[in-house]
């Protein structure tokens, strides 16, 4: 289910990253990571019914879960985030855990209404036939300041790690845009940590690849 | 051309720019690939986004109507998966053409769910109590059984509304609700209910407004819900109370949903309801809802209902809103109401309300305010109708 498309996947002459001048590397980290919030005790007062806890995890999970989706199935990803959301309104009430187990619990919910959406509609996901070398010089209008700076946009950070085989591109994303640990994410993959991390490693490698070969 | 080659990456930094540990720069792996790739994980998991955030009003609609009680009460039989919830992989059609021969045929016919799902309603739950949305095999459950006994046909094609009444509380509603504006919405649309993912307002007001909620209503599983409010009709003023739609389906019957179910609405989420939709209702019908109700609209929705219905508040709510009310409305009240409700207010907030009597009537209210009043009130004010202290 849901493989993605590799037909269009040629990397072509990955253009030197324009932000590597040599000597000037320590001003050069990127854009700011979102922090991985702790989302405990907004997820206990939610579960007592305070809108404002549900709109301070929405606003946490909801780009990653976005994002995660988008690896998942393409432009539908907005239709399947919503329907994430209401199963973990319905569900709220009954979790048990702590903030990564709450985020755990996201993803998963959106990896099983993602394999839902797929099976029904019944079509590969198609992924977007950009070539690298665009994407990699897409400063993306609607990113914040510092993430122009750096050369790459979300939306184009997100195509590119899409690009990679399903289990590297889930394993790269769970980590980094969800925030889990490999065992959390081993969780929501059925796979063992160890395996998590062997994927993610490939999955980098190949991004290393597609970046700069 | 590049210095990168993406064989040199390590496991160790990999680890590392996954968990976002890495700062400036990556020890070691400097031509490792280790910045770029830091830089892309970074804008791949960059802060939220505007454009990202679009669905948050209806999210926190849907989480609404999950949460209209305590979690204490609510939490029982929430992580099972309810035959209602299960209605939401049905086919439409198919649930409108079986609906007459009752529950068990529903659920034989369409196999979307087991013939031994039942929804039961807990005789103790009443209007405040939790509803157990389960499923049984034995149908033992201590509450009283709501669904359609096996092999019952009504006679009338229908299904037998009296038996599937029982109380619903708020989050059984808000649940129901939601599917039924769901299955309406597919029904609209031809599509799946499980395509139409979480409505937004105008979904679900085109939901609860559509002709095809009166066929969609018939099925069993809304019984309880019909049986809470009284009928079918009243199910679609209801559910648009309790979702905050803008516009009720049938603003004019508003007054049929009896009292105590729309007494027993929280606090919390009468306060929600926009002020548009209570400005849909008629008077006469505004005039016949309880005041407990009325009284815990939110006051920008009080402002904007007409002077006649404000009369009938107790004037403790109304003393804090009469500063919020416009000056037209202002100008309908009975003159003992707005002087006995001035006479309790300070004189500083006395003073902008009376600028916006006609004068006429604020002739009348200040001379019939207490003297201790009167002396806070400014002396311009005062000469200016002929009043000396």
Aim: charged share 15%; glycine share 10%; with cysteine.
């Amino acid at each position: 289910m849901g493989q993605m498309d590799r037909a269009d996947l040629t990397v072509v002459s990955v253009v030197e990253p324009a932000q590597d001048p040599p000597g000037d590397r320590a001003s050069i980290a990127g854009p700011p990571r979102a922090p991985v919030a702790d989302l405990a005790d907004a997820v206990r007062k939610a579960q007592d019914g305070d809108d404002e806890a549900f709109r301070l995890l929405y606003r946490d999970l909801q780009p990653r879960l976005l994002r995660y989706l988008r690896a998942l199935v393409g432009d539908d990803a907005d239709d399947v985030a919503s329907e994430t959301w209401l199963h973990i309104a319905r569900g709220l009430s009954g979790f048990q855990g702590d903030s990564d187990g709450f985020r755990g619990w996201t993803a998963t919910i959106a990896r099983n209404r993602a394999t839902d959406h797929v099976r029904h509609h019944q079509r590969r996901v198609a992924t977007v036939a950009v070539p690298v070398e665009e994407l990699t010089g897409l400063a993306g209008s609607d990113d914040t300041a510092d993430s122009a700076i750096e050369g790459i946009s979300t939306d184009a950070a997100i195509a590119l790690i899409a690009r990679l085989p399903r289990d590297q591109a889930e394993a790269v994303l769970l980590r980094a845009v969800m925030g889990l640990d490999a065992e959390s994410a081993g969780k929501v993959l059925g796979k063992r940590a160890g395996a998590v991390r062997t994927a993610a490693y490939r999955g980098l490698r190949k991004l290393a690849g597609f970046l700069g070969e | 051309m590049s210095s990168i080659r993406p064989g040199r990456l390590g496991r160790h930094t990999a680890e590392q720019l996954l968990d976002g540990a890495v700062g400036d720069r990556v020890p070691g792996d400097r031509h490792a690939g280790g910045e770029t790739l830091a830089g892309l994980l970074a804008a791949a998991s960059s802060p939220p986004r505007s454009a990202e955030l679009t669905g948050e009003d209806a999210a926190v609609t849907a989480f609404r109507a999950e949460h209209l009680v305590p979690a204490s009460q609510s939490r029982r039989g929430q992580m099972i998966k309810s035959p209602l919830a299960k209605i939401l992989t049905m086919k439409v059609g198919a649930l409108a053409l079986t609906v007459g021969a009752g529950g068990a045929a529903l659920a034989a016919s369409t196999g979307a769910f087991t013939p031994s799902a039942h929804v039961h309603v807990q005789a103790a739950g009443a209007a405040s109590g939790g509803v157990s949305v389960s499923q049984s095999k034995t149908g033992t459950h201590g509450g009283m059984h709501v669904s359609m006994p096996a092999g019952h046909t009504s006679s009338s094609g229908r299904p037998g509304n009296t038996a599937l009444r029982g109380p619903l509380s708020a989050v059984g509603v808000g649940k129901v609700c939601r599917i039924l504006a769901d299955t309406a919405f597919a029904a609209i649309h031809h599509v799946n209910t499980s395509a139409v993912g979480v409505l937004d307002a105008t979904g679900l007001q085109s939901a609860l407004d559509s002709s095809v909620l009166g066929q969609v209503i018939n099925n069993p599983e809304f019984g309880a819900l019909v049986g809470t409010v009284e009928n079918k009709a009243n199910a679609a003023n209801y559910c648009g109370l309790i979702m905050h739609v803008t516009r009720l389906a049938l603003p004019a019957d508003l007054s049929s949903i009896p009292g105590p179910v729309l007494t027993a609405i929280p606090a919390s989420v009468v306060s929600q309801v926009p002020a548009s939709a209570m400005s849909s209702v008629p008077d006469a019908t505004l005039g016949k809802l309880p005041i407990a109700f009325v009284t815990r609209l939110a006051s920008k929705v009080l402002a904007g209902l007409p002077a006649s219905v404000l009369a009938q508040l107790p004037t403790s709510v109304l003393t804090g809103l009469l500063s919020q009310l416009p000056a037209a409305t202002l100008a309908q009240m009975p003159v003992h109401l707005l002087t006995g409700l001035l006479a309790k207010m300070p004189a500083s907030s006395v003073t902008g309300i009376l600028g916006k009597l006609p004068s006429g009537l604020l002739s009348q209210v200040v001379h019939g305010l207490p003297t201790s009043l009167l002396h806070g009130l400014p002396s311009s004010l005062l000469s200016q109708l002929g009043i000396s202290l």
